[in-house]
């Protein structure tokens, strides 16, 4: 008779202690059933959408990087692992690397896709509410962004001053998120079906225009409102938009053509995109830019791999191009040497 109510007294200890564990395990140590996203936190978990740290936090009230943000996304539309790579110009890989591949390969608008450095900045309300509303209902403008969140009581404001008289002021477009933040965001979209990826993300994933991983990623970049892209300690002299035109006749093809565009300068490189028409013969071909001296630099090689030298000399208010050796990703074509006005 002992022994039996030993076994049962066994029984029940283990039940409690197991349920114990399992309410232990289904949350992280800091976050409180009182905490504002508790909820919603739990959900993410349930869902592997976030995983916390190794010392079993969550870090609820900490800033979100954007590596951070572009992780959630991604699990949380469940987005396809792309079959390309972007071609960084920080070479180092990093563990956001997979998530910026497959975001990129719907076009949502993020700035890091290019550096680490920039990946591991706090990612600003803007940011957020561009990226959430391009895979959710599709390309929209800052405001138009703002305005799916706020209709869909998905976000809302934190200027009630400014509610009747600027947008962006009311829902703090600059200001920095938290990480319970933003996984309240996703988890009001899940409870209201917001899990679908909208047409226009399904359009770019598709890519029926053959673009590189690369060229999807700095059109993602420029859907950004102009106030909230960042980058690297930018080299601006070389930034911007190049063109060299000449007619020799008055037919479509009776000319020759280079428009160059330069972006994403740092203190070390740059990324240029140059386009080639040489008449009936023409081609598109980008990659990475090293600066040699204050204003000459050098690329060695297309982003797809294909030997491409071309030297950039920095003039005033123009570049010299010379194109050594760049055919592989054109028609055939002649090599071009001259100087490229700034737009």
């Given at each position: 008779m002992?022994?039996?109510?030993?076994?049962?007294?066994?029984?029940?200890?283990?039940f409690f202690m197991?349920?114990?564990?399992h309410?232990?395990?289904a949350?992280?140590?800091?976050?409180?059933k009182?905490?504002?996203?508790?909820?919603?936190?739990?959900?993410?978990q349930?869902?592997?959408?976030?995983?916390?740290?190794?010392?079993?936090?969550?870090?609820?009230n900490e800033?979100?990087?954007?590596?951070q943000f572009?992780k959630?996304l991604?699990?949380?539309?469940?987005?396809?692992?792309a079959?390309?790579?972007l071609?960084?110009?920080?070479?180092?890989e990093?563990?956001s690397d997979?998530?910026?591949?497959?975001?990129?390969?719907?076009?949502?608008p993020?700035?890091g896709y290019?550096h680490?450095?920039?990946?591991?900045?706090?990612?600003?309300?803007?940011?957020?509410a561009q990226?959430i509303?391009?895979?959710?209902d599709?390309k929209h403008?800052l405001?138009?962004s703002i305005?799916f969140?706020?209709?869909?009581a998905i976000?809302?404001?934190?200027?009630?001053k400014?509610?009747?008289s600027d947008l962006?002021?009311?829902f703090?477009?600059?200001n920095?998120m938290?990480?319970?933040?933003?996984?309240t965001l996703?988890y009001?979209?899940?409870?209201?079906?917001?899990?679908?990826?909208?047409?226009d993300a399904?359009?770019?994933h598709?890519?029926?225009n053959n673009?590189?991983?690369?060229?999807?990623a700095v059109?993602?970049k420029?859907?950004l409102?102009?106030?909230?892209?960042?980058?690297?300690?930018s080299?601006n002299?070389?930034?911007?938009?190049?063109?060299?035109?000449y007619?020799?006749?008055k037919?479509?093809y009776?000319?020759n053509?280079?428009?160059?565009?330069?972006s994403?300068a740092t203190?070390k490189?740059f990324?240029?995109?140059l386009s080639?028409?040489?008449?009936?013969?023409?081609?598109?071909?980008?990659g990475?830019?090293v600066?040699?001296?204050?204003?000459?630099a050098?690329m060695?090689?297309?982003v797809k791999g294909?030997?491409?030298?071309?030297e950039?000399?920095h003039?005033?208010?123009?570049i010299k191009?010379?194109?050594?050796d760049c055919?592989?990703e054109?028609?055939?074509?002649t090599n071009f040497?001259?100087?490229?006005?700034?737009?």
């Open positions: 002992l022994r039996s109510i030993f076994n049962i007294f066994v029984v029940i200890s283990c197991l349920t114990t564990l309410a232990e395990a949350g992280f140590k800091d976050v409180s009182d905490h504002f996203a508790y909820k919603a936190v739990l959900w993410a349930k869902y592997e959408i976030i995983n916390g740290y190794s010392d079993g936090t969550f870090k609820p800033v979100i990087t954007e590596q572009a959630l991604t699990n949380y539309f469940e987005l396809d692992v079959e390309d790579e071609k960084k110009q920080t070479a180092q990093n563990w997979v998530f910026y591949d497959s975001l990129a390969s719907y076009g949502v993020l700035n290019l680490n450095g920039v990946r591991s900045q706090p990612v600003k309300r803007g940011v957020v990226a509303a391009h895979l959710a599709g403008n405001n138009g305005e969140l706020l209709e869909h976000s809302t404001g934190q200027n009630p400014y509610e009747n962006q002021k009311f703090g477009t600059k920095n938290t990480r319970a933040q933003v996984v996703l009001r979209m899940d409870s209201m079906d917001f899990y679908y990826i909208s047409d399904e359009t770019i598709e890519n029926a673009l590189s991983l690369n060229e999807r059109q993602a420029k859907q409102d102009s106030s909230l892209q960042q980058g690297p300690s080299n002299i070389w930034q911007g938009n190049y063109s060299y035109i007619q020799w006749g037919g479509a009776e000319r053509a280079r428009y160059v565009t330069i994403n203190s490189d990324y240029v995109k080639a028409y040489d008449g009936k013969y023409e081609g598109t071909t980008e990475y830019a600066i040699t001296s204050a204003k000459k050098i060695q090689e297309s294909n030997r491409c030298i071309i950039f000399e003039l005033n208010n123009a191009v010379t194109e050594i055919g592989a054109r028609t055939n074509g040497s001259g100087t490229l006005r700034k737009q």
